[in-house]
């Protein structure tokens, strides 16, 4: 069996919209920092501009992972969405952070008074309804039907970071603006120009934050993960259930893409049935693994005795306990 191309993703209406909505924003913020000479909005800029560049990759990345397979790479391209999940993440430190801890550190040392404060407040406040709408967008697209409690866990768990990662670096860039505010606030204020570089340190920090876990989420999937727990259980159920299986020994589940899962098991066939009778039985089992869920695209089965099930495979394959 040739496995299928990957699903395409529900994150590609929120990639476009974070594309168009980063775009206007990160051009607003940059005639606004050459305008006033505020290190903190300079920071801002760059976030926005890193934020489109990241997201042209984030769909780059969805659309290599929908090459079929081929001979060289026999279960398809669905890891490219992890690779380049991971290097956005890798981008928002190095270039997002990087370059808003330089600036921040530069204006400290070398501090400016801003200029035309009111045109940041007119910049912050359009930014914030620019930046809100793509971050309600990519908050509704990843909540679903879930809980808002339930959130955070589906981060954990999601096998989707183009999903996520939209609404963290959205999340970051309302922390950010929020930043500027105040930091733009006391600066004007309390007459020391020195804050507004401690403001783009802030923001700085922020996106090394979000580059940090956005890392720690995608290096999981690269790497590769194991499908949902329930998704596992569930699967063990069918393969014991099925008439025929002595013994449903253990089970490897690895997912290639979002929706791409590899299902590897090991089973004890009743003794009676011969090698057709097999045959017939992988076939009607691959058939159930795919009507209970269309991500499971290649099973692979491993007749074996449970006494061939050694406490190594045990503890390899994560099987049930006898």
Known sequence: MIPRK???????PVIYAAIAGNMMVAATKIGAAAWTNSSAMWSEAVHSVVDSGNSILLLYGLHRAKRRPNREHPLGYGREIYFWSFVVAVLVFALGSGVTLYEGIS????PEPIRNVTVIYVVIGLSAI???MTWWIALRNFKGGMNWSDILDAVRNSKDPPSFMV???DSAALIGLAIVFVGTSLSVRLDLPILDGVASI???????????L???ETKGLLIGESANPRIVEAIMRIAKD???VAHANGIIT???APRHIVVALSLEFADELKTPDIEVKVIELERRLREFSPDVIEVFVKPQSSSCFDADSLHRYGGSER
Do not use: K, Q, R, Y
């Open 167 to 169: 609404l963290f670096e």
């Open 202 to 212: 802030l923001i700085g920090l922020v996106l090394a934050t979000t580059a940090t």
């Open 214 to 216: 956005l890392a720690i």
């Open 242 to 244: 099925m008439e025929g």
């Open 254 to 256: 690895v997912h290639l």
């Open 130 to 132: 620019f930046d809100g």
């Open 6 to 12: 990957v699903a395409p993703s529900s994150s590609i």
């Open 107 to 110: 204006h400290i040392l070398n």
